[in-house]
């Protein structure tokens, strides 16, 4: 598998991604800048964490028009695998490739801890290392995570089976505890949660890793789910 | 040449929770009589452009694209000559 990790100027947690994805054997992991314009060959691509821009605006509102995002808007089109964490979400949303907005935390408190995850489907590339109601320690870090749409958009985000992610203890107000929505051809997800930061014991919890690898799956088994 | 000054704001129909805090504030601080908080983003640019029609369809397209993200946030702007603005 080949990935890319695209940093922004302001992003934070892609050296974490880059390392979480080297440590799968047959995994190589490119840094991308996100001047970048070719994204071409690429398995998966990751927006990583962090504060893109200083969050100026709006989190994600100015790093979506940088010029990698063309590149990964055709990429993602051609139906490559597109991770967003946390700030890359906000990214993604913004790009309009998911459905939805953040908004602050309904705590207006940054909040900076580990979160129990409920997988609500299994079927997707992302999840399949799991089971259906599974639950998982990944943590949150963020302030602005409080994802909203509105109820037309929520029910086909529940009927087209995009809610990947929910949190059993939603930290943050998100509509229906969403943590984790893919796009309606399911190669897009967005989380709010940081799984390369639970992929070592050590760390606290590994099930981070076995969503990338989940990914590793699907694309060493041809890209077919 | 035009100065513009956009208002954006949270939609009705989106929770506020900046908004919300503050109106809490209000009335702890015994202003009972403040409802309704919303808590928005007050920009100002220049346009280089004398036609009023083109600035506000350029304008529009701006807060379309970036200065408002539609989907949470409704904006509303106004256009003074440049020479009136104070």
């Known amino acids: 598998m080949k990935a890319a990790v695209i940093t922004f100027p302001g992003s934070n947690c892609d050296r974490d991604c880059l390392r979480a994805l080297e440590e799968i054997p047959g995994c190589e992991a490119d840094s991308v800048w996100h001047a970048d ?15 893109s821009y200083g969050d100026y605006l709006r989190s994600g509102a100015i790093a979506r028009f940088s010029p990698v995002m063309a590149a990964l808007k055709r990429e993602a089109d051609r139906g490559v695998t597109i991770l967003g964490i946390c700030n890359g979400f906000q990214v993604l949303l913004e790009a309009g490739l998911l459905p939805g907005a953040m908004r602050r935390n309904q705590s207006l408190k940054f909040v900076c ?31 602005e995570g409080n994802y909203y749409c ?9 009927g087209e089976g995009q809610v990947v992610f929910r949190y059993a203890d939603n930290p943050n107000g998100s509509v229906a505890d969403i943590a984790g929505i893919t796009n309606e051809t399911g190669n897009v997800l967005g989380m709010m949660p940081h799984p390369e930061r639970a992929t070592r014991a050590r760390l606290g919890s590994v099930d981070g890793a076995e969503i990338f690898g989940a990914i590793f799956d699907f694309v060493s088994a041809g890209g077919k789910s | 040449m035009f100065v513009a000054r956009v208002q954006v704001t949270i939609k009705e129909e989106v929770l506020d929770p900046q908004g919300k805090a503050v109106e809490g504030a209000l009335h702890s601080l015994g202003f009972e009589e403040a409802s ?43 256009l003074v000559e440049a020479g009136e603005a104070r």
Do not use: W
Not at chain 1, 37 to 51: H, K, M, R, S, T
Not at chain 1, 113 to 142: I, M, N, Y
């Open chain 1, 150 to 158: 509105d109820d037309e958009t929520l029910k086909r985000l529940h």
């Open chain 1, 37 to 51: 314009q070719d994204l071409a060959g690429y398995d998966l691509i990751v927006l990583p964490g962090g504060f």
């Open chain 1, 113 to 143: 801890k580990p979160c129990e995850l409920v997988v609500d489907r299994a079927d997707s590339r992302f999840s399949s290392r799991f089971q259906e109601g599974q639950t998982l320690q990944v943590p949150v870090a963020h302030g």
């Open chain 2, 36 to 78: 309704g908080v919303r808590i928005g983003k007050f920009l100002e640019l220049t346009l280089n452009t004398d036609d009023r029609a083109v600035a506000e369809e350029r304008l529009s397209q701006m807060c379309e694209k970036l200065l408002a993200n539609p989907v949470i946030e409704d904006y509303e702007f106004e």
